[in-house]
Each structure stands twice: as structure tokens, then as C-alpha cells.
């Protein structure tokens, strides 16, 4: 499931190929009534304008222009944005939402599976905001994370992934933080000590970035990170010990047996 990293990685793509062009068209593609998509007016409203920046905040990407509006788009489970030319590419399949720009390029939303969404907004300010999202997690500051995570009545894990508190990490960074630190991912969060809290925020800035670098090409990543060797059974590759699995918050978490408590 796409996290920050991807994120970073889909919004970089339209920074690259799909700014300062006027956009003739916004249409749905085909098999989407499972899709929040925007509805003719706000279709319209893209028609004639032209894309000059673009954002990100958490999981959510945007593209707009000063005066607006812009698309939001949030990924859910699969998926991606591709820029691409009509005439030289194929249109990607599974494609929910076709921007056509000036030209041949064009912008797809693939979305092969529920709980993506595009919408067109204002701005990516009242649209975080009325999300109600927390502060991008490449963003909190440190004491804000610490305050922010260490007052939570409920599991470490939990807190890290709920995009309230703070915006971006999900499932696989939020185990990943965690490995690292040490920490099970059912310990409570407002049990952990300030130099914990401190020492988690420098490993979630430091793993998230690592992750952007690469343009969440995990391939790139080192072999002892746990995101390599995400797997019931799996020799911990910091300790010899063994990966776990269990549910924490609804989510399936993995961990260390023997170097996280
Ligand atoms: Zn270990």
C-alpha cells in the first residue's frame, strides 16, 4: 500500500512531465462507479488551466496553480499516477481518470482497486484541513512528535499510522521505525521515555528520506532493514532472531522476537 515514499514518487513524475501545459480535457476512464471521482462542474473547472506546482502532504499528492484549483489525489491501495503520450505510449490500464494536456502528453490515475480517490479542490491547505490530517510526517518537528506520539493512550504502532496525529506513515514504515528503535509494536505509546520518542523521530526522518532518495525502489534498500525481509519466519538480519506477526490495532504488524521489547 502506498506510504509517503510513494507519494513523493508519483508527485515527482507530474513535477517532471505534466506542469506549465494547458489542459484540454478531464474525463473518467471506464469501471469506476467505485471511485470518488470528480463530477462534470468540477471536470470543467480543469478545462483551460494549466498545472504549475505541485504538493504533497502525507500520503495525498496535489497539482494546481497559485490561484487554483487543483486535484488531489489520494492513492489508496494500488494506486499510481503516469504521465504518458498519446500516439507514443500505451494508456496504462486500469486508468480511472485521463487529464489530456496540450499536445499528446497525458496524465493517467491507474487505480486498479478500491479506496483511491481523486477530487478537485481549492487549495491542498483546506483540503488537509478538512481532512482533518496531521502535520506531514517529513515536516513535524521533533518536539511536536514527541509530544504528539508520547500522549497517545494506545499502541506505539497505532499512533504512528494514524494520519490525524501524523501524516504518512502507514503499515510497512511504521514497522520499519519500529525494528530499528527496538520497540514492540504494541507497547504504549505514552509508556516510551522522551529519549525514545527522540531517538524515533531522527529514525523516521532518516528511513523516510532514505526511501524518497530511491524513489521508493525498495530494491535499493539495505538488506537489514526489515522491509526486505518482511515475512513470517524470516531471520532478523540485525539479530539472528526470528520475524513475528501480529494484529495491533487491526493492522498486521512484524517485529523482531528477540532485539524489540
Ligand atoms: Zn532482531
Not at 179 to 199: M, Q, S, W
Request: charged share 35%; proline share 5%; with cysteine.
Amino acid at each position: 500500500m502506498p506510504e509517503l515514499p510513494e507519494a513523493e514518487a508519483n508527485r515527482r513524475r507530474i513535477e517532471d512531465k505534466c506542469l506549465n501545459r494547458t489542459i484540454e480535457e478531464a474525463v473518467p476512464g471506464d469501471n469506476v462507479t467505485y471511485i470518488e471521482l470528480p463530477g462534470d462542474n468540477e471536470r470543467a473547472r480543469l478545462v483551460g488551466r494549466q498545472f504549475t506546482e505541485t504538493h504533497r502532504h502525507g500520503k495525498l499528492i496535489f497539482a494546481g496553480s497559485k490561484t487554483g484549483p487543483w486535484i488531489c489525489v489520494h492513492l489508496g491501495m494500488t494506486g499510481s499516477l503516469i504521465p504518458f503520450d498519446e500516439g507514443t505510449d500505451e494508456q496504462p490500464s486500469a486508468t480511472k481518470f485521463l487529464i489530456r494536456f496540450e499536445g499528446d502528453r497525458a496524465l493517467a490515475f491507474r487505480c486498479p482497486r478500491k479506496l483511491g480517490w481523486l477530487r478537485v479542490v481549492d487549495s491542498p491547505e483546506e483540503e488537509v484541513e478538512r481532512i482533518g490530517f496531521g502535520p506531514d510526517a517529513l515536516e513535524i518537528g521533533e518536539d511536536d512528535f514527541v509530544e504528539v506520539i508520547g500522549g497517545t493512550n494506545g499502541a506505539v504502532k497505532s499512533a504512528l499510522i494514524e494520519q490525524k496525529k501524523i501524516a504518512g506513515v502507514g503499515n510497512l514504515w511504521s514497522d520499519e521505525i519500529l525494528f530499528d528503535v527496538g520497540i514492540v509494536p504494541d507497547r504504549k505509546a505514552n509508556e516510551l521515555d522522551e529519549d525514545t520518542l527522540r531517538k524515533m523521530y531522527g529514525v523516521m526522518r532518516d528511513r523516510l528520506r532514505a526511501v524518497v532518495k530511491t524513489n521508493a525502489d525498495y530494491s535499493q534498500l539495505p538488506d537489514d532493514w526489515l522491509v526486505r525481509h518482511r515475512k513470517k519466519g524470516e531471520d532478523c538480519r540485525r539479530c539472528g532472531g526470528t520475524i513475528r506477526n501480529k494484529t495491533v490495532g487491526g493492522r498486521s504488524a512484524y517485529y523482531c522476537d528477540r532485539h524489540q521489547d
